[in-house]
């Protein structure tokens, strides 16, 4: 079986993944109260957890790969790794990969925002990612069935806790439900690319190996109906939505961002510590 | 030229928590109430005091301490109780209430002839 598309999917969920874990991570020691400051790290390095094992799963895809394959994946493959001669490593999809080389979700690229706009993204991810996790660890594909089987219990709990905070907010304060109106404005937009599949992602489920995404669309719409009814917000109607990520169309958010977190690779590449 | 230079503390609020008391400090209108946490372990049969935090309601305060207290895998159950619920003995009161106890050594099991067999006590 080929294995570029899945090695692109494989990508797409580690980008999408790291980058919820970068953006949380920028609240560590800003956090709004000291006790949601260490929720939302623990979040952020759950994340990092499974982009980190998601990462070592695409870099082996491409270091067993036929040498036909590789020509097929090198367009995704950083160009700095190629004069390390030696086989590709997690870090070097996270650190070395250019703008366009990155799939993930245009969703997890935004700034983190305020805390509204945070609690609001994780919800929208995390009910999108429980759904695809539970799938996941019922896939063909042992490796991905066991990161699924892993990362289901950790999402469980992210959505747990921002559902929470989805209503807090909304049924908050006057304050706290325009910011969270507000967030939802500017978010509202990137939730349409999480169910609409790539070409290389509808191979993969051609392949059997995942489910299709539209078919998250439905139960995820459900569990969004029922946290706002609670928030006291309105579902915002149909609309255009944002497409692009996991093609390698990103926002202008994504150079700011890839610049701050791969800085120390690509100044000091292959650095330990 | 005039710069004001604004120094953030801890949470980024600003003007709530400028030095000085120049911003509008208000601590019981804003904070959270103060909740206990006790926490049992895998192997412990009773629930310990861990410590405290803050939150809103009892199902923050049990999430807050999953975040805070069980990072490591400290504990497979939790108990939260507001702080202010917790009645404690004035330490104005610890000669009338403990010293009274010093000079009872009856009270100690010590005083049975145990045979010679028992050697695990």
């Known amino acids: 079986m080929p294995t570029t598309e899945l090695f692109l999917y494989t990508l797409q969920l580690a980008d999408s993944t790291l980058l919820m874990g970068q953006r949380h991570s920028e609240w560590t020691g800003h956090g709004p109260v000291l006790e949601q400051d260490i929720a939302i790290t623990n979040i952020a390095l759950d994340y990092l957890g499974q982009s980190r094992n998601l990462y070592q799963y695409a870099a082996s895809l491409y270091n067993n790969a036929p040498e036909t ?9 950083p160009r700095l790794w ?26 997890t690229e935004l700034p983190r925002g305020d805390w509204a706009f945070t609690v609001l993204k994780e919800f929208f991810y995390s009910a999108f990612l429980m759904n695809l996790y539970q799938d996941l660890l019922h896939s063909t594909d042992n490796q991905l069935a066991a990161i699924g089987e892993k990362s289901v219990k950790e999402v469980s ?23 969270l ?29 995942i489910k299709d ?47 701050e977190m791969q800085q120390l690779q690509r100044t000091y590449p292959n650095a330990t510590w | ?6 120094k953030y503390y801890y949470g980024d609020y600003g003007d709530k928590e400028m030095p000085s008391g120049a911003g509008q400090h208000s601590p019981v209108a804003n904070e959270w109430p103060l909740w206990e946490v006790f926490i049992r372990s895998k192997q412990g049969l009773d629930h310990k ?49 403990y010293e009274p106890a010093n000079d009872k050594v009856y009270r100690h099991p010590t005083f049975y002839d145990l045979p010679d067999e028992l050697t695990h006590m």
Request: net charge negative; hydrophobic share 40%; glycine share 6%.
């Open chain 1, 181 to 209: 109106n507000n967030a939802l404005a500017d978010i509202w937009m990137f939730t349409g690319e999480l169910f609409v599949p790539a070409a290389y992602e509808q191979i993969v489920v051609q392949q059997g190996v």
């Open chain 1, 82 to 107: 190629k004069s390390f001669q030696r086989e590709l490593q997690e870090d070097d999809l996270a650190f070395l990969r250019e703008e366009h080389q990155f799939l993930n979700v245009l969703l």
């Open chain 1, 157 to 179: 709990y992210h959505l747990r806790w921002s559902s929470e905070w989805v209503i807090r907010l909304g049924d908050g304060t006057e304050e706290s439900n325009t910011r």
């Open chain 1, 213 to 259: 995404p539209q078919l998250y669309k439905e139960p995820w719409q459900e569990k969004v109906r029922t946290i706002f009814q609670q928030a006291l917000l309105d579902v915002p109607t149909p609309s255009w939505m944002q497409h692009g990520g996991k093609e390698g169309r990103h926002t202008e958010h994504m150079g700011y961002l890839l610049a």
């Open chain 2, 1 to 6: 030229m005039n710069q004001t230079i604004i």
């Open chain 1, 69 to 77: 394959e590789k020509a097929a994946m090198d367009k995704y493959i």
């Open chain 2, 49 to 97: 005091h861990v410590g405290s935090l803050h939150a809103a309601d009892a199902r923050m305060a049990i999430e807050n301490a999953r975040d805070v207290y069980t990072r490591r895998q400290e504990g497979v159950s939790i108990w939260v109780v507001e702080s202010k619920y917790i009645h404690a003995s004035n330490p104005d009161d610890a000669e009338s209430f």
